[in-house]
């Protein structure tokens, strides 16, 4: 199993990114895919996730509203779309692989996205 997350980048508040996970190694359809992100000096948060199966997702308090999870199946890619970025948005971003009941079992190697002006 692979997950591989895109660069992220630095961004201006309200300032926008897409984050991509590539999938492989494993049957892409009718998973469940997290997106965990963990800020400076801070534990792990969940974010978003997505079933590839229907596209079903939901998303933390925290980020709804502003950030979509979305994926292509034909090419085994995760999205997410991040909107109106904000200073405490600033984290280390990684895609798991949900192995069931919420057991993260595969982990992208994560990736930076800092938000500041």
């Known amino acids: 199993v692979q997950l591989v997350e895109s660069v992220g980048g630095l961004v201006q508040p309200g300032g926008s990114l897409r984050l991509s996970c590539a999938a492989s190694?494993?049957?892409?359809?009718?998973?469940?895919i997290h997106w965990v992100r963990q800020a400076p000096g801070k534990g792990l948060e969940w974010v978003s996730r997505?079933?590839?199966?229907?596209?079903?997702?939901n998303s933390a308090d925290s980020v709804k509203g502003r950030f979509t999870a979305s994926r292509d199946n034909t090419k085994n890619m995760l999205y997410l779309q991040m909107n109106s970025l904000k200073s405490e948005d600033t984290a280390l971003y990684y895609c798991?692989?949900?192995?069931?009941?919420?057991?993260?079992?595969?982990w992208g190697q994560g990736t930076q996205v800092t938000v500041s002006s």
């Open positions: 798991a692989l949900d192995g069931g009941y919420w057991y993260f079992g595969y």
């Open positions: 190694g494993f049957p892409f359809s009718n998973n469940w």
């Open positions: 997505i079933y590839t199966g229907d596209g079903n997702t």
